[in-house]
């Protein structure tokens, strides 16, 4: 696969020094990827985006990360397993997590050919501080994961799949959707509900219980903020990382600018379930304050 990577694949460091912009390599509605997008917006930072659906986005990002001068692994971002037991992806080992971080998205090329590896080196590019270690963990190791399974759990059903068609076939060109129809969507929506388990209830309960753990850790540090915002009179990074990895429970308006807005608004039509699955996060406090972000700053910069 690094072969056919290597041999197929733009050399995106190259395109980037020779063109001067800045080459932004995502799986195109990742919430990870909202995150580092969403920072750069704010910032004014101009950058071509080349968006992949998932399983499309691997060989190019194998490409930047592996195939280089020298690795680019990332250390955040990844779609994890989930344990035999039930539950959301965990931490393994770390040879582990290194391998899951070869095609983790984003991955960022500025001009000069420097890669930044994740949202979180994206957002200090972007100018943004960083977030306080602690709580950067909570989001990236517990927040991120765990509203990706829960959210694929309504949106890899079978009475969703014409929706979730549509929604993959969006992320690519004209052969990514012929190849997505004649049969490929079939085989990645499998692995996809293999990998997350979102066929097993029991597993699905059991993340949607650790997430209301999770809200509860960030419950308190919303309560204990000394600013209006985590970033203080102004959002920072740790707000906008916090409304974009809540986003899929809460279904934002806007998140990629409204990219997704009507195939998400027909879901929620149409999937009572996934209607009162967003409708319960949204009346959270942590989902209050994420929707509240989105109405002021999405569509802002500064």
Not at 35 to 58: D, L, N, T
Request: proline letters at 5%; charged letters at 20%.
């Amino acid at each position: 696969m690094l072969r056919l990577a290597s041999l197929t694949q733009p050399q995106f460091e190259k395109v980037a020094k020779a063109t001067g912009k800045t080459q932004f390599i995502t799986i195109d509605f990742s919430h990870y990827v909202e995150f580092s997008r969403w920072c750069m917006q704010r910032k004014g930072i101009a950058f071509v985006e080349h968006a992949y659906a998932p399983v499309a986005h691997i060989l190019p990002i194998l490409s930047l990360r592996v195939c280089g001068a020298r690795p680019h692994l990332s250390d955040s971002s990844r779609m994890l397993p989930v344990p035999a037991e039930g539950g959301a992806a965990q931490r393994t080992s770390d040879r582990a997590m290194k391998k899951k971080g070869a095609t983790a998205a984003p991955v960022l090329v500025t001009p000069d050919g420097t890669v930044l590896r994740d949202s979180w080196e994206i957002a200090k590019y972007a100018g943004f501080s960083p977030v306080e270690p602690a709580l950067q963990s909570l989001l990236d190791e517990e927040l991120g994961p765990l509203t990706r399974q829960l959210a694929y759990s309504h949106i890899l059903k079978g009475s969703n799949s014409g929706i979730t068609n549509r929604l993959f076939a969006m992320c690519g060109g004209f052969v990514w959707k012929v190849l997505w129809y004649a049969g490929l969507g079939f085989f990645v929506k499998r692995a996809m509900v293999s990998s997350l388990r979102t066929d097993d209830p029991a597993a699905v309960s059991t993340c949607r219980d650790r997430l209301k753990a999770t809200f509860s850790k960030l419950d308190g540090v919303i309560e204990r903020k000394s600013a209006p915002y985590l970033g203080g009179d102004l959002p920072g990074a740790a707000d906008f990382a916090l409304a974009s990895l809540v986003s899929p429970i809460i279904g934002a308006h806007d998140y990629n600018l409204g990219k997704f807005d009507h195939l998400f608004a027909e879901m929620e039509a149409k999937d009572p379930q996934y209607a009162a699955e967003l409708q319960y996060w949204r009346n959270t406090n942590v989902g209050e304050y994420c929707l509240s972000l989105y109405d002021k700053f999405r569509r802002e910069a500064e």
